[in-house]
Every structure is written in C-alpha cells, then in structure tokens.
C-alpha cells in the first residue's frame, strides 16, 4: 500500500459553527480515532486537539480533532486507490488509514473526515479493491464474466494490505461462481461473508445454444 503525505493541524474550537466557518475557508474537519486506551479518570496530559472518549468499564480512548485543507486530500478521496495516511500534526508522525467520509447530501462537497490510527502491532480492517487477471475457462466456452464484489473487507497489519487483491479466474469455469470462502491469500483475513459471491461466469444465449447442440 502507498503512503499519502498529509498535513494536519490540531483543532480545538469544535461545534457546529465552528465547522461552518472552518468549511467556508476550504478547509475539513477531522477527527484521528483509535488513540491510546487510558484509564478513567484520566490523570494524564492532552496534546492539542486531544480529548479522552469514554468506552465503558472505566476505560477512555484518546481521540484527535484536526484540520486538513480540502485540496490536500482530493488526491486521498478521489481516487479508487487506497493508502496509508502519513499525518505531519505540527511536526509529528502518525500513521492513519481512511475510515470515513461524510459528504454534503446536495452539494457533494466533504463535510467531515475520520481517520483511524494504525501501527504495524495492531490489525485494521479495510475494504480493498478487487482486481480480476487470467482469461476464464468459462468465457472460452461463450460464457461472460462479471464481477460482483468491487471491494472486499480484509483484516491485517496496515503495512500487509495491498493496494489491490489480484484474483486469478483461469479455472472458473461455465456457470460457475467464486465466493469470498474460496479466496486464500496469506497474511490476510478476508471478513465478508463466506458465500458472497465475488465474480462469477454467466450463461450467455450462445452459450446455451452451444451447450443444447452439443447434447443432441
């Protein structure tokens, strides 16, 4: 996976409002998710743009408010392409991965941006694209490949997730189906359902045609 460089600065005025003006300058706000998990009550010191979340059982996690300028990320967004976000917060080094956008439901313009930190001791789980190569048994019969899944869910070290999940079709044959539970790549933990289908070969009209003259 390519790392996407990109400059953060901590935010500390939040609310609606506050967002407004942000978006009316180009800019987005952000918040990091998946900081240290701390004990409650929280004696520590925060950085700027930190807080603490309780999660239940005592327990907080520190997440971070930022923002990034909408030009720096169209290059990270508008793409089908997936990385590893190398943030400069003031300075310092801290490795996300997109986890969500919220966009204007009229307008299309980025209203809001989470990330999640990541590190190379701690799985993530991300939807990476899927990319067919080989040339079908099935479509050499008239057959007709389709791709159903354009992206699966994988779970694994950041720094072991490719750019793309390249699965070879040669052996799929006539009116035949891959699903996600036939798909083993190492390192990797696919976690969509075992029986979704990924790609399949359908019956073509010639197909079927050939198939009934060569019963006769």
Known sequence: ???????????TDLGKKAAKALRS?????VVLNGGEIVK?????????GEKVIEIGNGRGIITTDLVVSNDAVRKLIYTPDI???ELDINGEKRMAVLKDI???PVKENILHIDLLEVSDKKPVVMEVPVKLEGHAEGVKAGGKLTLSMKKLKVRAIYTAIPERLVINVDKLGLGKTLQVGDIHIDGLEIVNA??????AVALTRAARGAQAAAGK
């Open 194 to 199: 075992k029986n979704a289908v990924v790609c």
């Open 102 to 104: 919220q966009f204007h």
């Open 83 to 85: 990385f590893a976000i």
């Open 25 to 29: 300058q180009n800019l987005i706000p």
């Open 1 to 11: 996976m390519n790392t996407f460089q990109l400059e953060a600065k901590p935010r």
């Open 40 to 48: 409650l009550p929280f004696e520590g010191t925060l950085k700027e």
